[in-house]
């Protein structure tokens, strides 16, 4: 699986960031796709996740509300449309695949290289 991630930069606290992710991988049914973060000298964490069919996702909560993932069958792509940035988002932000959803737990087996996204207060 070759995923291919886009969009980071760097920005003032309130802005908004549109992620995009490709994925070689075709697309089926119980497939899944999210993004995770990585802020520096912490753990990579959860952030969102999407099933295949666009229907169902998953959010942290410290992104809920601010953060909306979707998802394009038929272009095999993710964006995760990022508003109201904090700098505690600040971090390398990795596309990632599951070969199921299962919300805040869908068990990402595939990452991209990272994509940062840094936010100045």
């Known amino acids: 699986v070759q995923l291919q991630a886009s969009g980071g930069g760097l920005l003032q606290a309130g802005g908004s960031l549109r992620l995009s992710c490709t994925t070689s991988?075709?697309?089926?049914?119980?497939?899944?796709m999210g993004w995770s973060r990585q802020a520096p000298g912490k753990e990579r964490e959860f952030v969102a996740a999407?099933?295949?069919?666009?229907?169902?996702?998953a959010y942290a909560m410290s992104v809920k509300g601010r953060f909306t993932i979707s998802v394009d069958n038929a272009k095999n792509t993710v964006w995760l449309q990022m508003n109201n940035l904090k700098p505690e988002d600040t971090a390398v932000y990795y596309c990632?695949?599951?070969?199921?959803?299962?919300?805040?737990?869908?068990?990402?087996?595939?990452w991209g290289q990272g994509t940062q996204v840094t936010v100045s207060s």
């Open positions: 990632a695949t599951a070969n199921y959803y299962n919300g805040l737990r869908t068990p990402f087996n595939y």
């Open positions: 999407v099933s295949w069919g666009g229907g169902t996702t």
């Open positions: 991988e075709r697309s089926f049914s119980g497939y899944a």
